[in-house]
């Protein structure tokens, strides 16, 4: 049972490159999330979904885009990445409300 | 809008000591609140949650709706509690709201020797 699996784990960016971070799941979770964390500002959260087919916006979306085509899968898109975009992205899923996150091991994105 | 507050970036105490690591919260409605730990390189878990009041590695965590806190505590520290600690809100209840969490931003705690 691997729970919460991101790839790939490390990946360097010129600016205006495109990319697609992979989160997948096998907890048959419903909800998933994506956040960011950046230093001395916590984790943010980026898009998540609440079940297959759905995606909302979270605290800070612009310049990101998601898709959840399957309910184990989470796919996070940088379009044109910026140097902003410099962040460690992590994945997490959860059964429903209000029930804990589990997290993944994260993607260390620099963007040069 | 929710907002978790963690004063301390970092907390620095001797293997032994008592460990307090701040937390509070505004929120209008009945919260969930969590702590997560992140070790050196390793993922985000849950440490634990305010309504199992459960006592997880020693630590122990009360919600004071009075004071809007929910502060972590372990009567002594050891070595390996060194770590990113966050605190964490979700709306209780069945609000709709997707279960998101809004974290603090985190106090690294450093047990020295």
């Known amino acids: 049972n691997a729970g919460v699996t991101q790839t790939p784990k490390f990946r360097v960016l010129k600016t205006g490159q495109s990319m697609t971070l992979l989160c997948a799941q096998d907890?048959?979770?419903?909800?998933m999330y994506w956040y960011r964390q950046d230093p001395g500002m916590g984790l943010r959260l980026i898009h998540y979904?609440?079940?297959?087919?759905?995606?909302a916006k979270g605290e800070v979306p612009d310049g990101y885009n998601v898709s959840r085509l399957k309910k184990q899968n989470f796919l996070l898109g940088l379009e044109s990445a910026a140097p902003s975009q410099t962040s460690v992205y992590f994945c997490?899923?959860?059964?429903?409300?209000?029930?804990?996150?589990?997290f993944g091991d994260g993607t260390r994105l620099s963007i040069l | 809008a929710q907002r978790v507050t963690q004063p301390e970036k970092l907390l620095s105490v001797f293997k032994g000591a008592p460990v307090e690591l701040k937390c509070n919260y505004s929120?209008?409605?009945?919260?969930?609140l969590f702590w997560y730990v992140q070790y050196s390189r390793q993922r985000l878990q849950l440490l634990l949650r305010?309504?199992s009041r459960e006592s997880i590695k020693g630590f122990t965590a009360d919600l004071n709706k009075g004071e809007t806190s929910f502060h972590l505590k372990k009567p002594f520290a050891q070595e390996e509690d060194s770590a990113m600690y966050y605190c964490?809100?979700?709306?209780?209840?069945?609000?709709?709201?997707?279960?998101?969490?809004?974290f603090g931003t985190g106090t690294q705690l450093k047990v020295e020797l």
């Open positions: 997490a899923s959860s059964f429903g409300q209000p029930q804990p996150q589990h």
């Open positions: 979904s609440v079940g297959e087919g759905t995606t």
């Open positions: 907890m048959n979770h419903e909800y």
């Open positions: 929120y209008s409605g009945s919260p969930e």
């Open positions: 964490a809100l979700t709306p209780g209840g069945l609000t709709g709201g997707g279960n998101k969490l809004t």
């Open positions: 305010h309504i």
